[in-house]
C-alpha cells in the first residue's frame, strides 16, 4: 500500500470483479428470484470468456512477488520490511482462493464445495481487515480504517453466503462492498501519494527508514484535523456514488427483464390464449 501504482492495480483488481460479480448476480437473480443460489465466481461459457480470473491468476503472482522483493531489499527499517511481508502474503492467500474456485469448476471435489469457498473468502478479508493500516498513524491510519469498514462488509457477507448462498441481499452487499473498496482505495491514493490532490496544508506520504510509523506531514494540526474531515466527507460520497449506481443498475436489469417477459403477450399469445379458452369449453357443449 505504499505507493499509488499500488493503490490503483488495486483499483483495476476490485472495481471490474465486484462489477462484474454485480451485474451476473442480479442478473441471475432477476430470472429466478426463489431460485436464487449465489457463486463463488459466475463462470461464462465458453471458458474463454472468464478472462478477468485468468489474468487474475497471473497478476495477483506477480504483485506478491513484488512484496516479497521489497521486503527482502527494504532493510532501512525491519517493520517496513514486515509490512511488506504482511501485504504479500495477503495477496497470495487471494491467490489461494483463485485456485481452490478453479480445482470447484474443474473437478467437482467434494471436500472443496462452494460453502467452504465463501468461508475462506471471509477468511482473506478478515486477515486482509488486520493487516490494512499496519505501519501508518494520524491522517493515513484514519483514512485506512474507513476502507477496513468495507473490508469487514465483504468478509461478514462471504461468511453469511458460506451457510445461507441463496441470500441475494447478502451477495448485493458483497459486490457493492468490492466496488466501494476499489474506488475508496484509488481515491486514497490519489489524496495520500500524490502532491497534485493532497490534503490542503499536507505533503504526500512518504516512507522513510527512520520512522517506525508513517503519515501525511502536515503543517498545523488544524491541517490534519481538516484533512481527515475532508477525507471521512469524501468517503461519505463514495459510499453515495455507489449505492445510486449499484440500485440503477439493478434498476435497468429488472427493467430489460421485464420487456424481455412482456415479448410474449402479442397476438401470438392472444390466440394461443384464445385457443385455450375454447378448448376449455368443449367439454360442456358435448355434456349438453
Given at each position: 500500500?505504499?505507493?499509488?501504482?499500488?493503490?490503483?492495480?488495486?483499483?483495476?483488481?476490485?472495481?471490474?470483479?465486484?462489477?462484474?460479480?454485480?451485474?451476473?448476480?442480479?442478473?441471475?437473480?432477476?430470472?429466478?428470484?426463489?431460485?436464487?443460489?449465489?457463486?463463488?465466481?459466475?463462470?461464462?461459457?465458453?471458458?474463454?470468456?472468464?478472462?478477468?480470473?485468468?489474468?487474475?491468476?497471473?497478476?495477483?503472482?506477480?504483485?506478491?512477488?513484488?512484496?516479497?522483493?521489497?521486503?527482502?531489499?527494504?532493510?532501512?527499517?525491519?517493520?517496513?520490511?514486515?509490512?511488506?511481508?504482511?501485504?504479500?502474503?495477503?495477496?497470495?492467500?487471494?491467490?489461494?482462493l483463485l485456485l481452490l474456485i478453479i480445482l470447484r469448476e474443474s473437478y467437482d471435489l467434494f471436500v472443496i464445495n462452494e460453502s467452504f469457498l465463501f468461508a475462506?473468502?471471509?477468511?482473506?478479508?478478515?486477515?486482509?481487515?488486520?493487516?490494512?493500516?499496519?505501519?501508518?498513524?494520524?491522517?493515513?491510519?484514519?483514512?485506512?480504517?474507513?476502507?477496513?469498514?468495507?473490508?469487514?462488509?465483504?468478509?461478514?457477507?462471504?461468511?453469511?453466503?458460506?451457510?445461507?448462498?441463496?441470500?441475494?441481499?447478502?451477495?448485493?452487499?458483497?459486490?457493492?462492498?468490492?466496488?466501494?473498496?476499489?474506488?475508496?482505495?484509488?481515491?486514497?491514493?490519489?489524496?495520500?501519494?500524490?502532491?497534485?490532490?493532497?490534503?490542503?496544508?499536507?505533503?504526500?506520504?512518504?516512507?522513510?527508514?527512520?520512522?517506525?510509523?508513517?503519515?501525511?506531514?502536515?503543517?498545523?494540526?488544524?491541517?490534519?484535523?481538516?484533512?481527515?474531515?475532508?477525507?471521512?466527507?469524501?468517503?461519505?460520497?463514495?459510499?453515495?456514488?455507489?449505492?445510486?449506481?449499484?440500485?440503477?443498475?439493478?434498476?435497468?436489469?429488472?427493467?430489460?427483464?421485464?420487456?424481455?417477459?412482456?415479448?410474449?403477450?402479442?397476438?401470438l399469445l392472444a390466440k394461443i390464449d384464445s385457443h385455450s379458452v375454447l378448448m376449455q369449453q368443449l367439454p360442456?357443449?358435448?355434456?349438453?
Open positions: 500500500m505504499g505507493s499509488l501504482a499500488t493503490h490503483f492495480s488495486t483499483f483495476l483488481f476490485l472495481f471490474p470483479i465486484g462489477s462484474r460479480r454485480l451485474y451476473s448476480s442480479c442478473t441471475l437473480f432477476l430470472k429466478n428470484p426463489s431460485h436464487y443460489q449465489s457463486k463463488p465466481w459466475f463462470f461464462i461459457d465458453p471458458q474463454l470468456k472468464n478472462f478477468d480470473l485468468y489474468s487474475l491468476l497471473i497478476a495477483l503472482p506477480v504483485a506478491g512477488l513484488s512484496d516479497l522483493f521489497l521486503f527482502l531489499s527494504f532493510s532501512g527499517n525491519p517493520s517496513y520490511r514486515f509490512s511488506f511481508f504482511q501485504y504479500g502474503t495477503v495477496i497470495f492467500i487471494f491467490w489461494a475462506f473468502g471471509g477468511v482473506c478479508f478478515l486477515v486482509e481487515y488486520f493487516i490494512t493500516g499496519n505501519g501508518f498513524n494520524g491522517v493515513s491510519n484514519n483514512v485506512y480504517n474507513l476502507g477496513g469498514y468495507l473490508t469487514l462488509l465483504c468478509a461478514f457477507s462471504c461468511l453469511y453466503l458460506s451457510f445461507k448462498p441463496t441470500t441475494f441481499l447478502a451477495d448485493f452487499f458483497l459486490s457493492s462492498g468490492m466496488i466501494f473498496k476499489g474506488t475508496w482505495v484509488l481515491q486514497v491514493g490519489l489524496n495520500l501519494y500524490t502532491s497534485t490532490f493532497g490534503l490542503k496544508g499536507c505533503q504526500q506520504v512518504k516512507l522513510l527508514p527512520n520512522q517506525s510509523n508513517v503519515d501525511v506531514k502536515c503543517d498545523l494540526d488544524e491541517d490534519s484535523m481538516r484533512g481527515i474531515a475532508l477525507m471521512k466527507l469524501l468517503f461519505v460520497w463514495h459510499a453515495i456514488v455507489v449505492i445510486i449506481a449499484c440500485f440503477g443498475l439493478f434498476g435497468l436489469l429488472s427493467c430489460r427483464e421485464k420487456l424481455r417477459c412482456g415479448e410474449g403477450s402479442g397476438p360442456e357443449f358435448e355434456l349438453e
